[in-house]
């Protein structure tokens, strides 16, 4: 009995292309102006808030009459969900930076930190935001416990937990950026004095809180600098 040979490999049916692999995900260029649009909006923001409230939680809701007032206020607490956005891609661009050299424990402290962050300023802005927005144009100030008691936990989610927060995610990005130098000695510096006082000076003057952002907006223009020095050398 005769056999036939197998087929040649010639013969065999053709599987058709292979598949070609997706390009792996880049970082766009746009997302390394995140943190200078962060930094812009809560500074803003902040500013807002503090000239057009009374420093005394306790003082008299007179103030919400004034249409100006209100004006600024509804403002600042407007600009709060967009700055939040910024902050989530600045994160990103961090990470992007450090890349291979992330260390597990550093990153989850980091991450965890940043977001926990961005909840408490929007937990903190949607108090503000509903007890103004709660009060029609054409009636009187609130009663002064409800005002005070909003204007306290206002101030407590932001000045004694956020801020926190932040000083944690300064002082976790300073230490990647010591192991990685990923970022100038000076801003490593101004970073560990920026969360002591984060953390031990909120308390003595609310002001204090603008120097988180104004931190990361150098930290922003840093990494940018940087990335277009190593795009300039590949080129």
Known sequence: MRVNPPPSQSARPSAGPAPQLASPLRTPRAAALAGIVFSVLLI???VLLRISTPADPASPGEWLKDPAHRTAVSVGLNLVP???IAFLWFIGVVRDRIGQHE????ATVFLGSGLLFVGMLF???ALAGG???ALPRSSGAPGAGTLTLGRNATAALLNVYAMRMAAVFTLTTVTIARRTKIIAPWLRVAGVVTALLLLVGVGISAWVE???PVWI???SIDI???REVRTGRAA
């Open 210 to 212: 603008l120097l988180f």
């Open 217 to 219: 907006l150098a930290l």
């Open 82 to 84: 967009f700055a939040g």
């Open 224 to 226: 940018i600098a940087a």
């Open 103 to 106: 260390d597990r424990f550093f």
């Open 123 to 125: 937990v903190a802005a």
């Open 44 to 46: 803003v923001s902040l």
């Open 131 to 133: 007890l103004t927005a």
